[in-house]
């Protein structure tokens, strides 16, 4: 293997932090520990880079995750071994879900003391395995440079996601006057491949046969880069579109062909498109279960269309008539140069977008008790839909996607996959770091605040203006509302009959906070938003609140519950006491 000389001697951790500076790096987030204390000694007095020290080890890779989510850049992760690994678990697993680009280091005892049970040693490889799109264990000290650029690379190309690289004590604070050949060495590793032309060609062919086709638009459009090539497309060719959760900002809400979330709680238009296509066609979306409730029936009548970087999304669920493997930029761009085929679609069009106006997401307003679907359309209105909205994960999660205006890519920042409550206040705030010219609003429940609240102490340390809205409804929401549903009312351990003064506790980390809870006095008082310092507003709603429309879990898209068409009454639920 080629050696390279060195000027000087250099350390493993000062070979970690050049190679990342080198890639482009700027900003890492994490926690340190005995095992990377050789790492944490040369960041000190490093320039380049800046660390943000999180407050738990979970906190840290859902800020790398926001910060990676809204940029597009990679999020950089690094914790101690043992409990420091198995803390970054559940964020590792959230960005393998939605497919986002982190490099997550951690600690190792020393290369002798490996399967010894050392003290605060794990088997982080083992664990992270089926989490990672690839991970390694150095032990080398020169072929640190080499792994980190594999490592990167591999996060950045084909389908994004999280790489884990653990790090031996003792690989870190060798010195070495000589590197291994840095150069990336993968060779059974396709980044990507390029989407044939006869396939391309094909989902022309179907559209021109096509009278009633659909898009689905998902988060691949905003992890290929795609948002102006597909609106390019849904203008050239009048499909109506059905968003993702994660796909929603690619295609504005107020376009007129865009028909809104589909799937569990999305809206009855864009169900029923799905239902009633004869064509779909799929755009970056893995068609999880929230999409499609009921594989076997779902587009019973339709041939569907699937371009998807990964190879192993397509046909995994739904029976794909004309699967693509490609970029999704490329693809769309290629099928835009294309002679348009002959297309009318506008009784099709016309159709759906009655069904749009028919039974609209819609709430009864009321002075006894705040609705936050109101509280969501003022701060829509105040932010004139260009906010990025980071959520956490429960009923507040679900209001967010259908009452905000989106407009932008990379705009809903949210735990899609995984659901991962915890996921909110750190995701902001790295999503804040990442766009500090931004307004970041947060919309958590009182269930995820308590998670992961201690990242609390970063927003006046490292001068982090996001505005948490704290949407408190003393109870799980959305498990309250299952139960309800479907357990005969029988609220078991979902209610919060004792809570913190969650005042108090924004007191005690020194931000700006207010407590909402007259539906009178809502709209100026929320105005409170638009001021650019930290801050937590605390809405109180009813805990009697649901989140509806909704397709019941194994259902079919059109067996969808609590759809209200504008001609009929609108039930308003009782107010909490």
Same mark, same amino acid.
């Given at each position: 293997?080629?050696?390279?000389?060195?000027?000087?001697?250099?350390?493993?951790?000062?070979?970690?932090?050049?190679?990342?500076?080198?890639?482009?790096?700027?900003?890492?987030?994490?926690?340190?520990?005995?095992?990377?204390?050789?790492?944490?000694?040369?960041?000190?007095?490093?320039?380049?880079?800046?660390?943000?020290?999180?407050?738990?080890? *979970?906190?840290?890779?859902?800020?790398?995750?926001?910060?990676?989510?809204?940029?597009?850049?990679?999020?950089?992760?690094?914790?101690?071994?043992?409990? +420091?690994?198995?803390?970054?678990?559940?964020?590792?697993?959230?960005?393998?879900?939605?497919?986002?680009?982190?490099?997550?280091?951690?600690?190792?005892?020393?290369?002798?003391?490996?399967?010894?049970?050392?003290?605060?040693?794990?088997?982080? &490889?083992?664990?992270?395995?089926?989490?990672?799109?690839?991970?390694?264990?150095?032990?080398?000290?020169?072929?640190?440079?080499?792994?980190?650029?594999?490592?990167?690379?591999?996060?950045?190309? +084909?389908?994004?996601?999280?790489?884990?690289?653990?790090?031996?004590?003792?690989?870190?604070?060798?010195?070495?006057?000589?590197?291994?050949?840095?150069?990336?060495?993968?060779?059974?590793?396709?980044?990507?491949?390029?989407?044939?032309?006869?396939?391309?060609?094909?989902?022309?062919?179907?559209?021109?046969?096509?009278?009633?086709?659909?898009?689905?638009?998902?988060?691949?459009?905003?992890?290929?880069?795609?948002?102006?090539?597909?609106?390019?497309?849904?203008?050239?060719?009048?499909?109506?579109? &059905?968003?993702?959760?994660?796909?929603?900002?690619?295609?504005?809400?107020?376009?007129?062909?865009?028909?809104?979330?589909? +799937?569990?709680?999305?809206?009855?238009?864009?169900?029923?498109?799905?239902?009633?296509?004869?064509?779909?066609?799929?755009?970056?979306?893995?068609?999880?279960?929230?999409?499609?409730?009921?594989?076997?029936?779902?587009?019973?009548?339709?041939?569907?269309?699937?371009?998807?970087?990964?190879?192993?999304?397509?046909?995994?669920? $739904?029976?794909?008539?004309?699967?693509?493997?490609?970029?999704?930029?490329?693809?769309?761009?290629?099928?835009?140069?294309?002679?348009?085929?002959?297309?009318?679609?506008?009784?099709?069009?016309?159709? $759906?977008?009655?069904?749009?106006?028919?039974?609209?997401?819609?709430?009864?307003?009321?002075?006894?008790?705040?609705?936050?679907?109101?509280?969501?359309?003022?701060?829509?209105?105040?932010?004139?839909?260009?906010?990025?909205?980071?959520?956490?994960?429960?009923?507040?999660?679900?209001?967010?996607?259908?009452?905000?205006?989106?407009?932008?890519?990379?705009?809903?920042?949210?735990?899609?996959?995984?659901?991962?409550?915890?996921?909110?206040?750190?995701?902001?705030?790295?999503?804040?770091?990442?766009?500090?010219?931004?307004?970041?609003?947060?919309?958590?429940?009182?269930?995820?605040?308590?998670?992961?609240?201690?990242?609390?102490?970063?927003?006046?340390?490292?001068?982090?203006?996001?505005?948490?809205?704290?949407?408190?409804?003393?109870?799980? +929401?959305?498990?309250? *509302?299952?139960?309800?549903?479907?357990?005969?009312?029988?609220?078991?351990?979902?209610?919060?009959?004792?809570?913190?003064?969650?005042?108090?506790?924004?007191?005690?980390?020194?931000?700006?906070? &207010?407590?909402?809870?007259?539906?009178?006095?809502?709209?100026?008082?929320?105005?409170?938003?638009?001021?650019?310092?930290?801050?937590? $507003?605390?809405?109180?709603?009813?805990?009697?609140?649901?989140?509806?429309?909704?397709?019941?879990?194994?259902?079919?898209?059109?067996?969808?519950?609590?759809?209200?068409?504008?001609?009929?009454?609108?039930? $308003?639920?009782?107010?909490?006491?």
């Amino acid at each position: 293997m080629k050696k390279i000389k060195l000027e000087k001697p250099k350390s493993g951790s000062q070979l970690v932090l050049e190679t990342l500076k080198e890639l482009g790096v700027d900003i890492i987030f994490g926690y340190p520990g005995g095992a990377m204390l050789p790492l944490y000694d040369a960041i000190h007095g490093f320039e380049g880079i800046q660390h943000i020290l999180a407050r738990h080890e *979970q906190g840290a890779t859902h800020e790398a995750e926001g910060y990676a989510k809204s940029s597009g850049k990679v999020g950089v992760v690094v914790v101690t071994s043992g409990p +420091g690994a198995t803390n970054a678990v559940t964020g590792i697993a959230d960005a393998y879900l939605d497919s986002v680009p982190l490099i997550v280091f951690t600690g190792q005892v020393g290369r002798p003391s490996i399967g010894k049970d050392a003290f605060q040693e794990a088997d982080t &490889v083992g664990i992270t395995a089926p989490i990672t799109k690839y991970n390694y264990q150095i032990r080398s000290t020169e072929d640190i440079p080499r792994i980190v650029r594999e490592a990167y690379h591999l996060a950045t190309t +084909g389908r994004p996601g999280p790489v884990e690289i653990d790090l031996p004590k003792d690989v870190s604070t060798i010195e070495v006057d000589e590197i291994n050949d840095p150069s990336i060495f993968l060779p059974n590793y396709h980044e990507t491949e390029h989407a044939d032309e006869q396939s391309l060609k094909e989902i022309l062919t179907a559209l021109s046969q096509s009278k009633k086709p659909v898009i689905i638009a998902g988060g691949g459009i905003n992890y290929a880069d795609a948002t102006e090539e597909l609106r390019t497309f849904v203008e050239k060719y009048q499909i109506p579109v &059905v968003s993702t959760l994660l796909g929603l900002g690619t295609l504005p809400i107020t376009d007129k062909l865009q028909l809104g979330m589909g +799937g569990m709680h999305g809206s009855y238009a864009a169900n029923m498109a799905l239902v009633e296509a004869d064509y779909i066609i799929n755009l970056g979306s893995r068609f999880d279960d929230r999409l499609v409730s009921n594989p076997l029936r779902f587009a019973e009548n339709a041939k569907v269309a699937h371009i998807d970087i990964d190879p192993a999304e397509l046909g995994k669920i $739904v029976t794909t008539d004309i699967p693509v493997v490609g970029d999704l930029k490329e693809a769309l761009a290629k099928l835009n140069a294309y002679d348009k085929v002959p297309t009318d679609y506008a009784s099709w069009a016309s159709h $759906v977008l009655k069904n749009k106006e028919r039974a609209p997401f819609a709430y009864e307003d009321t002075n006894d008790f705040i609705r936050p679907q109101k509280m969501i359309e003022l701060i829509g209105k105040y932010t004139d839909g260009d906010a990025i909205i980071v959520t956490d994960v429960g009923q507040h999660q679900m209001w967010t996607a259908q009452y905000y205006p989106y407009k932008n890519a990379r705009q809903l920042i949210t735990s899609g996959g995984m659901g991962t409550m915890g996921f909110g206040i750190p995701a902001a705030i790295g999503a804040k770091l990442a766009n500090p010219d931004k307004n970041v609003i947060c919309f958590v429940g009182d269930g995820g605040f308590q998670m992961t609240n201690q990242e609390l102490a970063i927003l006046n340390g490292y001068k982090v203006p996001i505005k948490i809205i704290l949407v408190n409804n003393h109870s799980l +929401g959305m498990v309250r *509302q299952w139960q309800e549903a479907f357990y005969e009312e029988r609220r078991s351990q979902s209610v919060f009959d004792e809570e913190p003064n969650f005042q108090l506790l924004a007191e005690a980390y020194g931000i700006k906070h &207010v407590k909402l809870a007259n539906p009178e006095t809502l709209e100026e008082e929320l105005q409170v938003i638009n001021e650019d310092v930290p801050m937590l $507003v605390e809405v109180l709603i009813s805990k009697a609140e649901k989140v509806l429309p909704m397709v019941p879990a194994g259902m079919h898209n059109d067996e969808i519950l609590g759809v209200v068409f504008k001609d009929e009454k609108k039930e $308003v639920p009782e107010c909490a006491e």
